[in-house]
T-cell receptor
Framework: DQQVKQNSPSLSVQEGRISILNCDYT??????FLWYKKYPAEGPTFLIS?????DKNEDGRFTVFLNKSAKHLSLHIVPSQPGDSAVYFC??????????FGTGTRLTIIP | ETGVTQTPRHLVMGMTNKKSLKCEQH?????MYWYKQSAKKPLELMFV???????ENNSVPSRFSPECPNSSHLFLHLHTLQPEDSALYLC??????????????FGPGTRLTVL
């Protein structure tokens, strides 16, 4: 049972445009959500997180939006840069429970 | 056994003890990871092993010592830990290489309490 889903395995975006990565979850207990970025042959890097008491969190070019009623999370990157090309994972948990990760979306930024 | 397994699932230790966490992956992957998960904090990557060689060590204190004897097994040796090291320790594996998603498969974790 995949509690965190990233339904798009890949996404290509023109440099300078907005990249939108989506994530859906099924467990209504989740109250903490994160996005990670992973380059090939490296460990994942934390990008941004959001608590369920908020619906938006912004950090530079990265903004995460949370829609609790739809159980939907999205990451916006604007403007997109070539260095943003990577695999992006969303994750969620509640309390001290183990983080549950999505399967990842490979983002390719086209120069 | 399938997937990624970790033992023990729970561990309570004193600050002077020495213990080891074990991880085993049955997925044929070529990379393994140790993470520390503390409440309401992002997952902290501790160590990455690719093809049994350590490729990343994010300034983890020396009281944590990893060992990767082969591509299926990963250990985390613990000694003279501090109470703030209490957390959930997660092991993960993935297949690194061109054309793969690098999706990580996580074990159930070891919940460590340091008294």
């Amino acid at each position: 049972d995949q509690q965190v889903k990233q339904n798009s395995p890949s996404l290509s975006v023109q440099e300078g445009r907005i990249s939108i990565l989506n994530c859906d979850y099924t467990n209504s207990m989740f109250d903490y959500f994160l996005w990670y970025k992973k380059y090939p042959a490296e460990g994942p890097t934390f990008l941004i997180s959001i608590s369920s008491i908020k619906d938006k969190n912004e950090d530079g070019r990265f903004t995460v939006f949370l829609n609790k009623s739809a159980k939907h999370l999205s990451l916006h990157i604007v403007p997109s840069q070539p260095g943003d090309s990577a695999v992006y994972f969303c994750a969620a948990n509640f309390g001290n429970e183990k983080l549950t990760f999505g399967t990842g979306t490979r983002l390719t930024i086209i120069p | 056994e399938t997937g990624v397994t970790q033992t023990p699932r729970h561990l309570v230790m004193g600050m002077t003890n020495k213990k080891s966490l074990k991880c085993e992956q049955h997925l044929g992957h070529n990379a393994m990871y140790w993470y520390k998960q503390s409440a309401k904090k992002p997952l902290e990557l501790m160590f990455v092993y690719s093809l049994e060689e350590r490729v990343e060590n994010n300034s983890v204190p020396s009281r944590f010592s990893p060992e990767c004897p082969n591509s299926s097994h990963l250990f985390l040796h613990l000694h003279t830990l501090q109470p703030e090291d209490s957390a959930l320790y997660l092991c993960a594996s993935s297949q690194m290489g061109p054309g793969v998603s690098d999706e990580q498969f996580f074990g159930p974790g070891t919940r460590l309490t340091v008294l």
